[in-house]
């Protein structure tokens, strides 16, 4: 057991799925995971272990923001002994050609983070995706024709409402697919435990065209994502 999660020793798998919402990991769990156990309630932050395909996998919510990313996902590296994890969340697209409900793939993850001027105080550290899992997940993506996937540059930020929005066009400007607050903390766990990381997120929103998806699909119909995210994990 670790500080925030009470799993069991050995409960838990090597690869893990991290939403940040902690009723879609229920929902992933009850909807793609057989034999499902429940290994983790604290705080609310609920977390599954079951099969996927004959292959254990687990299931652990992550919160919002780097800090609680963080928190969790180091929790699985050193307490836990997890070799894989891959984020499967939403993300604010920042360029029109990005549509509300395409996946997108993160392989960097510009940020302004207070966390990584922290570990980093005189450069900014661009943290990546794993090549592996990267590679992977857009070959294997390629195997659905309705899919819009994306590969790219995305921007982590701390503030969810900002009062000057110039920099999002501006980082548009340079190619930057979309916004969240959780990869840029997520890889540089990787890179810091050389643990295979990927971000793979469903657009909900728009934030040039102000287009959304409701709270309740967020939460239960992107299947698409997720069914990427473990077809990533156990093709190896």
Known sequence: MSIHLNAKEGQLSEKVLMPGDPLRAKYIADTFLENVECHNTVRGMYGYTGTYKGHKISIQSSGMGAPSMSIYAT?????????????????GAMKREVKIRDIIMAMAATNDSKMQNIIFPQINYAPNASFTLLERAHRLSKQNDDLRVHVGNVFTGDSFYEDDDSMINKLADYGVLGVDMETSALYTLGAKYNIDVLSIMTVSDHVITGEETTAEERQTTFNDMVTVALETLINE
């Open 75 to 91: 929790e699985l590296i050193k307490d836990y002994g997890v070799k894989n994890i891959i984020r499967i969340g939403t993300i």
